[in-house]
């Protein structure tokens, strides 16, 4: 039986952590033996998602504190160690380096989720330079990401592109009858950080009130930059916006929060593959989304449109045409979750065999 550990930083609702979850719960599906570990303790709203790895049979390894460098490295160390696994999904740039830090001969794969270049950073640069040889697979959710690992670092001898999937059976088309009789609802969803833009979303949507006066704007997502979080409530509190703006945490049922929606906006300034992109696409919700690479394929699609968001008018006006738009019915092919989890499955029986026959030698 197949063992395999994916390593996540946080267990918390974000695209890398529930990506990590469901590829977790269909391997287990599939007969392996699987764990997902991670640094940092598990965040309160990922609960429920941690009900359902164990109730699938996924061993949870998530430390009940924070702790130092060292200590992240002893708690990841005793996870392999008791666990033994076959392979490691070190799921982002972080949980990749303390993976490949560890004195053990487990094969690791390095998957790039960021939405940023994380690149840039020389420190990270130089990391990932003494540890790159440790990755035996490095995955990337888009061809903008070897782009960006290529220009960085170099050429990796086993480079793969794996774009994230999503699970139509939880995200199914929806015609939106629940939302008879009740007040238009636009609805982004997000990390609170300044690359998703929900500054420009607020002030977009004053605009939209100007037309459509009984709208409203619902925000959720992981506080990653608190400091961010409270300048978009500054901002809803300067124009007046706060009985028609909700400025939320995360939501596990996102399917529900999409059907109960009228409008999805996204107006990322840089994204790598978003599974909450791939999840509106799959409600069939109208979507106004920033004109950035990882969006473009989705250009064609009814009831899409990709905008220059930075123009708070031309982004106003979109949200409005899309106010009065139905839902749609997209074909995800080749992006579901299905597509995603068979790759990684078989990447998973290459690294491990490998490992294997060169143990035996």
């Known amino acids: 039986m197949m063992r395999v550990l994916h390593l996540v930083l946080a267990p918390r609702l974000s695209g890398a952590e529930v990506l990590a979850k469901d590829l977790a719960i269909d391997q287990s599906a599939e007969g392996m033996a699987v764990c997902v570990a991670s640094l940092l303790p598990a965040h309160a709203e990922f609960v429920p998602l941690q009900d359902d790895l164990q109730q699938q049979g996924v061993q949870c390894w998530f430390p009940p504190r924070r702790h130092s460098f060292a200590g992240k490295l002893w708690n990841l ?6 666990f033994r696994p076959d392979v490691i999904f070190a799921h982002a740039t972080i949980p990749s380096f303390y993976a490949r830090a560890l004195p053990l001969r487990v094969p ?4 790039m989720h960021s939405a940023i270049n994380d690149f840039e950073r020389p420190l990270f640069r130089r990391i990932e330079h003494i540890l790159s040889g440790r990755a035996r697979v490095v995955i990337s959710v888009s061809q903008q990401g070897v782009t960006d690992y290529m220009q960085a670092i170099g050429p990796h001898p086993s480079m793969t592109v794996v774009p994230n ?4 059976g939880r995200f199914a088309f929806t015609d939106g009858a629940g939302r008879s009789g009740r007040a238009p609802e636009v609805v982004q969803i997000g990390r609170y950080a300044s690359e998703k833009n929900q500054l420009l979303t607020v002030r977009a949507f004053g605009e939209v009130l100007e037309r459509v006066t009984d709208a409203r704007l619902v925000l959720y997502g992981v506080v990653e930059d608190r400091d961010y979080q409270h300048a978009v409530i500054r901002l809803v509190r300067e124009l007046g916006l706060a009985d028609r703006v909700v400025v939320a945490g ?9 059907s109960e929606s009228s409008v999805f906006v996204m107006p990322s300034r840089s994204e790598a593959h978003s599974v909450a992109f791939l999840e509106a696409l799959a409600s069939g919700i109208p979507i106004v989304a920033s004109r950035i690479p990882s969006f473009a394929f989705a250009s064609g699609f009814p009831g899409v449109q990709l905008v220059d968001t930075d123009d708070v008018s031309s982004y106003a006006d979109a949200i409005v045409v899309a106010l009065g738009q ?6 995800l092919a080749g992006l579901t979750l299905r597509d995603t989890a068979a790759r990684y499955r078989a990447i998973a029986q290459q690294v491990s065999h490998h490992h294997l026959a060169v143990s035996v030698r």
């Open 165 to 168: 999937g999503v699970d139509l």
């Open 77 to 82: 160390f005793v996870a392999v160690r008791r």
């Open 326 to 331: 139905t839902r749609a019915q997209r074909s």
């Open 108 to 111: 690791v794969v390095y998957v």
């Open 250 to 258: 995360p939501r596990s049922d996102v399917a529900s929060v999409l």
